[in-house]
């Protein structure tokens, strides 16, 4: 008779999702992933694939359990430029709670990693920054309704592009007084540039 399993997939993901998100793809070895998830190999292998495939998982993973959170600060009524403030301020919380320097963002890190080299992970980091982009859209079109189409696109983009930014400087510094002055300049230009 087989041993139940002393871990789900989830767990195993999760687990898995911490060391990709802290070391990154190439730097995290099976037997590194065998230590921080507590599964055998052929655990591993079993529930999900290989290393490949465990990360694409953690990649989801990370977007519904660390990326879903921030953002409903911009899609919970009516916030606008409110709501971006917040959307900055949670993963600024985050980054404190997780110790700066930090990981930064996994996303944002396999974009520089992994993409350039992987369809799947390259479609994965574009499909995410087309969510992000979205999201700041439906903000911004809140905070400044008459603002052209265009102009919203242009800004949505921006932002996307700054908050990777922001996360990639999170690993480099231990100050999260830095990360917001960081936003509260950009929040300022961008108060600046829709009441223009």
């Not at 789900?8 to 070895?29: I, N, P, Q």
């Not at 905070?143 to 592009?161: M, R």
Request: charged share 20%; with cysteine; aromatic share 8%.
């Amino acid at each position: 008779m087989p041993r139940p399993k002393s871990h789900t997939k989830d767990s195993l993901v999760e687990a898995a999702m911490h060391r990709f998100w802290r070391y990154g793809y190439s730097a995290t070895s099976m037997g590194d992933l065998v230590k921080a998830t507590g599964v055998s190999r052929h655990g591993i292998y079993s529930d999900v694939g290989g290393k490949r495939d465990l990360f694409l998982e953690g990649f989801t993973a990370y977007r519904e359990t660390v990326v879903r959170p921030a953002l409903q600060a911009m899609t919970n009524g009516d916030c606008g430029l409110a709501g971006i403030r917040a959307y900055f301020e949670t993963q600024i919380d985050l980054a404190e709670s997780v110790g700066l320097p930090g990981p930064g963002c996994l996303v944002a890190n396999a974009m520089t990693e992994t993409a350039p080299h992987d369809e799947r992970v390259a479609a994965k980091v574009a499909e995410h920054n087309q969510c992000l982009a979205t999201t700041f859209e439906k903000a911004l079109n809140l905070a400044a309704p008459n603002l052209p189409k265009k102009d919203i696109a242009a800004l949505g983009a921006f932002l996307t592009l700054s908050a990777q930014g922001l996360w990639s400087i999170s690993r480099t510094t231990d100050q999260a007084s830095a990360l917001r002055n960081y936003v509260g300049t950009l929040l300022d230009l961008l108060q600046q540039r829709i009441t223009q």
